[in-house]
């Protein structure tokens, strides 16, 4: 199995990879797929939480709710509380968008939005991590 830092690594890198895909495809699309860039920008967030949470050892249930993530992550440094409304606000990206029934398309506002509560808990898991998990995108 692998040691605890390389799942962190990895995780990371999946987030950064949403990333980087929202980000390239809202800035070089004529008409950007709104719906998928949201879908993306969640997932960001949703494997940062995830690095921070795995690299403190502590366990999380397989799930989308980014509140509940970030919550786990408060017990360690309760700044993360900070983030609990914004994160919250993409948990329907997860699995909800994928529905045409359950949820409206995402408008262009609100995908900049996603994107910039991305970058904000990026930016804060990563000053939290050490430094050697910051290049490993």
């Not at 929202?22 to 709104?34: F, G, H, I, S, V």
Request: proline share 7%; hydrophobic share 40%.
């Amino acid at each position: 199995m692998k040691k605890r830092i390389e799942i962190v690594k990895g995780w990371v890198k999946k987030a950064e990879h949403d990333l980087r895909i929202a980000l390239n495809a809202l800035e070089t699309m004529k008409e950007p797929p709104l719906d998928t860039i949201c879908f993306h920008a969640q997932q960001c967030v949703e494997k940062y939480l995830k690095a921070y949470l795995t690299y403190y050892g502590i366990e999380f249930p397989p799930t989308h709710e980014l509140g509940d993530l970030a919550l786990l992550c408060s017990t360690v440094d309760r700044d993360f509380e900070q983030f609990l409304f914004e994160v919250t606000t993409l948990t329907p990206y997860a699995v909800e968008i994928r529905y045409p029934e359950l949820v409206s398309e995402p408008t262009l506002e609100d995908t900049k939005s996603a994107l910039a509560i991305a970058k904000k808990v990026k930016n804060f898991v990563l000053d939290r991590l050490p430094p050697e998990l910051k290049g490993v995108f």
